[in-house]
């Protein structure tokens, strides 16, 4: 069952950030992914979406789309 939802978080993302996540080089913190995709020349709406990513380092796109669910969406995924 687990195995069925995971990505699941990721789907529901807008797809400028699906197009970020499976284009991110892991781990990176979140300053990392910023600059990134700055120097991409992402839009500032994405940007202040992930300048609201607690500081850590993250291992997957996973990890970042879980965080980013609760931001956009308001609830877990």
Do not use: C, W
């Not at 789907?11 to 197009?19: N, S, T, V």
């Not at 839009?43 to 202040?48: A, T």
């Amino acid at each position: 069952m687990e195995n069925e939802s995971k990505g699941e978080s990721i789907k529901e993302l807008p797809l400028e950030i699906q197009e970020i996540l499976k284009n991110t080089d892991f781990p990176v913190n979140r300053n990392e992914i910023i600059e990134q995709e700055r120097k991409r020349g992402a839009i500032p709406d994405i940007l202040r979406g992930l300048g609201m990513l607690p500081d850590k380092e993250y291992n997957s796109a996973e990890e970042i789309a879980r965080e980013l669910h609760m931001i956009y969406m308001g609830v877990p995924s």
